[in-house]
C-alpha cells in the first residue's frame, strides 16, 4: 500500500527556516515524479518543487533560491528545505507522487495536479512577520 506521510511544518518568523519531511512506502520513489505543493487559504494547491528520477529538481518563481528539494539517502524520504521563509509562505504543504507524469517538472506538476495518485496528509507552515 502506497503511503507517504507529511511532518515538518510549524509557527516561525520571517527570515527562518523549516525543513519538511515526506516519508514514502510501499514503493520505489525513485520511479517516480516527487513533488512538494502548497495550498494557501481560499487557493488551489499549486506545486513549490518537483523532482525528478534522476535527482533533477525544478521550483517554482516564488521559492527559487529559498528553497531545495532532495531525496534522503534512505531513498524512501523527501526534504524541502526552506530558507528565508517569508510571511506569503504561509501555507498547507503537501508531498505528491505518481509513477506516470513526466516531465516531473514543477511547471507540468502544476498544471496536472489533479493527475497525481498519491498525496501525503498535509503539514501547516506558518510564517509571521
Known amino acids: 500500500q502506497v503511503q507517504l506521510v507529511d511532518s515538518g511544518g510549524g509557527s516561525v518568523q520571517a527570515g527562518e527556516s523549516l525543513r519538511l519531511s515526506c516519508v514514502a512506502s510501499?514503493?520505489?520513489?525513485?520511479?517516480?515524479?516527487m513533488v512538494w505543493f502548497r495550498q494557501l487559504p481560499g487557493k488551489e494547491r499549486a506545486g513549490v518543487a518537483a523532482?525528478?528520477?534522476?535527482?533533477?529538481?525544478t521550483y517554482g518563481d516564488s521559492v527559487s533560491g529559498r528553497f531545495t528539494v532532495s531525496k534522503g539517502n534512505s531513498k524512501n524520504t523527501l526534504y524541502l528545505q526552506m530558507n528565508s521563509l517569508k510571511p506569503e509562505d504561509t501555507a498547507v504543504y503537501y508531498c505528491?507522487?505518481?509513477?506516470?507524469?513526466?516531465?516531473?517538472?514543477?511547471?507540468?506538476?502544476?498544471?496536472?495536479?489533479?493527475?497525481?495518485?498519491?498525496w501525503g496528509q498535509g503539514t501547516q507552515v506558518t510564517v509571521s512577520s
Open positions: 510501499g514503493f520505489t520513489y525513485n520511479d517516480y515524479c
Open positions: 505528491a507522487a505518481d509513477p506516470a507524469l513526466w516531465p516531473c517538472t514543477v511547471t507540468y506538476a502544476d498544471f496536472n495536479r489533479n493527475e497525481f495518485d498519491y
Open positions: 523532482i525528478d528520477s534522476d535527482g533533477s529538481a
